[in-house]
């Protein structure tokens, strides 16, 4: 798997869009962008993911730079429920997903 | 329809005993997966079954660790000898297929604690 490399925290006023960053710069052509997130004592859950292009879905937006060495998550309207830790794996189909320690989001009243 | 469940829920058990974890995958899901999260930590992958391929058991930290996945369904995780480092919550997931692109579902984890 491509090592990922994000920051340990960062915060987020709700109801403004929280931008979380994500460098994968070894990525492989195959190698597919996940993103998952982690609430507090609740097993890890599935966001979206994407090769190439950018991706939305309900939750979020993945935003994969032309050179695939970065992404960025968006959640549009953050709200105080999307405090969690969340991850960005690189991830060749039939691998495993290896979860590093992720980005500790607080959303702030 | 129902999620990955897990049992049980918290388990605390005396250094040196034998633990069974329980993992019911969602119905359909060929692929499931056990990992543990120590506190503060990220998630360790520990073996991945696949439809009736032998499993990966290369996260398994030591042979103390075993899996089974009974009739490509319901999988127990055992650990024999336990020893405090072995405190963690222990986390199933499963996925359609894992040669594909698909997504895991996680279950809620099993919380275990070593005295």
């Known amino acids: 798997d491509a090592k990922t490399t994000q920051p340990p925290s960062m915060d987020c006023a709700e109801g403004r869009a929280a931008n979380l960053p994500c460098n994968h710069s070894?990525?492989?052509?195959?190698?597919?962008v996940y993103w998952y997130r982690q609430i507090h004592s609740q097993g890890p859950q599935y966001i979206i993911h994407?090769?190439?292009n950018n991706e939305t879905n309900e939750m979020a937006s993945l935003i994969i730079t032309e050179d695939r060495k970065s992404s960025t998550l968006i959640l549009p309207h953050a709200t105080l429920r999307d405090t969690a830790v969340y991850y960005c794996?690189?991830?060749?189909?039939?691998?495993?997903?290896?979860f590093g320690p992720g980005t500790r989001l607080s959303v702030l009243p | 329809g129902a999620g990955v469940s897990q049992s049980p829920s918290n388990k605390v058990t005396e250094k040196g005993k034998d633990v069974e974890l329980r993992c019911d995958p969602i119905?359909?899901?060929?692929?499931l997966y056990w990992y543990r999260q120590s506190l503060g930590q990220g998630l360790e992958f520990l073996i991945y079954?696949?439809?009736?391929?032998?499993?990966?058991k290369s996260g398994l930290p030591s042979d103390r660790f075993s899996a089974e996945r009974t009739g490509g369904s319901v999988s127990t995780l055992t650990i024999q000898r336990t020893q405090q480092e072995d405190s963690a919550v222990y986390l199933c997931?499963?996925?359609?297929?894992?040669?594909?692109?698909?997504?895991?579902?996680f279950g809620p984890g099993t919380r275990l604690t070593v005295t």
């Open positions: 997931a499963s996925s359609l297929a894992s040669g594909t692109i698909y997504e895991q579902y």
């Open positions: 070894t990525i492989s052509g195959n190698e597919y």
């Open positions: 994407g090769l190439k």
């Open positions: 794996i690189a991830r060749l189909k039939g691998q495993n997903f290896v």
């Open positions: 119905s359909g899901h060929t692929a």
């Open positions: 079954f696949q439809g009736n391929s032998a499993p990966d």
